[in-house]
């Protein structure tokens, strides 16, 4: 996720945090003014979701409560989604009560979406040199899997750390921390460790890497993780997969494997190739264009793969990610 969308969505949080004490929201009835249908209901540019071969859908917001994360899944006529269980920039931890839980559930039921992840907070840095961040940071990210567990969700996509001081030891710290969270919070959830554009000390930014730190943790708690796999990081990061498409997927295959591939984060770049800079941009409009989520769409060792689109929303956000989800739709048809 970019900075910038990180932003969007604490003034979103905090605005609704503002706004919390009045309740009632009268979303489900009141047609948008930017829209021309029922908020809850089918954008007009949703496309039909029965026939997706791999869950397809987008990081939709919570504002207003968890269970409008689903309405608004609807929407864009996802069978996938992404949510944050807590607001994302801040330290604050809450637990999920089972009449969240049970909301949130009944909620999703009445939508197309058979796939659900949640992404954990920005602050977590499981790789610190900090001792007291680092504990925080584990008690943070532990708090992040009871929620997921409790809500039921299928993964939880995290970063990897910053390692600040050596990157060996960074490593070892993230593995370690990781260890002790799965070892301490059993669940349904998978932990998805997410590449990164490695950016800075970030760890993650290359798949052997990303390899390395999967094959520290022990065969029972290596089996409850796996990989997400964000485009535009990756571009990112330095893989071309315009002009090397088959290339980069080959060594994905060869260092981490298509087992592990738990999540794709489908996102072209506003920033060039190698840059090291995260930065989303719509689908076909950045310095990766269509070509390559073309070939993903319709990539058979991709097939059961689920996809989040975390593409900038603007002004229109459920018009904005129908009409991303419908050109990926096309994508997958061969159009
Ligand atoms: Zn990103
Ligand atoms: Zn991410």
């Known amino acids: 996720m970019s900075p910038a969308k990180k932003t969007a969505i604490a003034k979103t949080a905090s605005a609704v945090k503002k706004s919390a004490p009045t309740k009632k929201s009268p979303r489900k009835s009141t047609p948008s003014t930017w829209t021309d249908h029922a908020i809850g209901e089918p ?25 409008e994360a689903a309405l608004r899944s609807r929407e864009i006529g996802a069978s996938a989604a992404q949510v944050f269980t807590k607001q994302a920039n801040r330290w604050a931890e809450r637990e999920i009560e089972p009449t969240e839980s049970a909301a949130y559930r009944a909620a999703f039921a009445t939508t197309d979406v058979r796939w659900q ?32 567990h409790a809500l039921g969700l299928d993964a939880l996509v995290s970063h990897p750390g910053n390692y600040m001081d050596e990157r060996a030891a960074g490593l070892s710290r993230n593995a370690e921390a990781i260890i002790e969270a799965l070892e301490a919070e059993v669940g349904p959830t998978r932990l998805l460790m997410e590449l990164t554009a490695g950016q800075g000390t970030v760890l993650g ?3 052997e890497e990303m390899a390395d730190l999967l094959d520290r943790l022990p065969a029972p708690l ?55 800079l995260d ?8 310095t990766m264009g269509a070509e390559p989520f073309r070939r993903i769409m319709t990539d058979p060792r991709l097939r059961h793969v689920p996809r989040i689109i975390e593409t900038p929303k603007g002004d229109a956000p459920a018009a904005t990610d129908a009409r991303m989800l419908s050109l990926l739709r096309s994508f997958a048809a061969g159009a």
């Not at 029965?50 to 859908?57: E, I, K, V």
């Not at 992840?117 to 925080?136: E, F, G, K």
């Open 43 to 67: 954008h007009p540019l949703a496309t039909a979701t029965s026939d997706d071969a791999a869950p397809l859908g987008a990081h939709v917001s919570i504002a207003g409560g968890m269970p």
């Open 279 to 286: 930065r989303h941009e719509l689908i076909g409009e950045g």
């Open 205 to 207: 930014g290359t798949f």
């Open 117 to 148: 992840c949640a992404h954990d907070s920005y602050l977590i840095n499981l790789a610190s040199p900090d001792p007291v961040l680092r504990t925080r940071s584990i008690e943070s990210f532990r708090a992040e899997l009871r929620r997921c």
């Open 222 to 276: 290596a089996a409850r993780v796996g990989v997400c796999l964000d485009t535009a990081h990756i571009w990112a990061a330095g893989y071309d997969v315009c002009t090397d498409y088959d290339g980069v997927w080959d060594r994905f295959g060869d260092t981490i494997g298509f087992s592990r591939l738990g999540c794709l984060h489908l996102n072209d770049s506003k920033a060039a190739l190698g840059s090291h």
